[in-house]
């Protein structure tokens, strides 16, 4: 079976963390192009060292400077953020499957640039 690679909104979320469960235990399965997340920062950067997605959405500025502090220098997960950047990570290329898990309003354009 071939690898689907997965854009998922609302990485930090309990839906988003039990569809990364699930890709962590099927890795011949899934992987990981992009991940969104609001303000949990340190759970976002723990999910990017373990999936080495693309890039990662954060709500703003300020928490993209956070996320990209707690990663390694290394790291080539692009860093976005505001709706621009969620919008471009429910969209990304790579990404044949966008699961979309968050909350409210802040969900609908990232959902609908999938």
Same mark, same amino acid.
């Given at each position: 079976?071939? =690898?689907?690679?997965? &854009? ?11 569809? #990364?469960? %699930? ?8 992987? %990981? &192009?992009? #991940? ?7 759970? /976002?950067?723990? =999910? %990017?060292? /373990? ?17 990209? *502090? #707690?990663?390694? *220098? ?5 860093? /976005? ?5 969620? *919008? ?23 959902? #609908? *640039?999938?």
């Amino acid at each position: 079976m071939a =690898q689907r690679r997965l &854009s998922i909104l609302g990485s930090t979320g309990s839906i988003g963390c039990n569809a #990364l469960r %699930v890709v962590r235990q099927f890795p011949e399965r899934f992987a %990981v &192009s992009a #991940l969104a997340a609001k303000r949990n920062v340190a759970l /976002l950067a723990e =999910q %990017v060292r /373990l999936f080495a997605p693309e890039a990662a959405a954060v709500f703003d500025e300020a928490a993209a400077g956070e996320l990209k *502090a #707690l990663l390694p *220098a290394a790291c080539r997960t692009r860093v /976005l953020h505001g709706d621009s950047g969620y *919008a471009a990570v429910g969209a990304w290329d790579s990404a044949e499957v966008t699961l979309s898990a968050m909350v409210g309003g802040a969900g609908l354009r990232p959902t #609908l *640039a999938a």
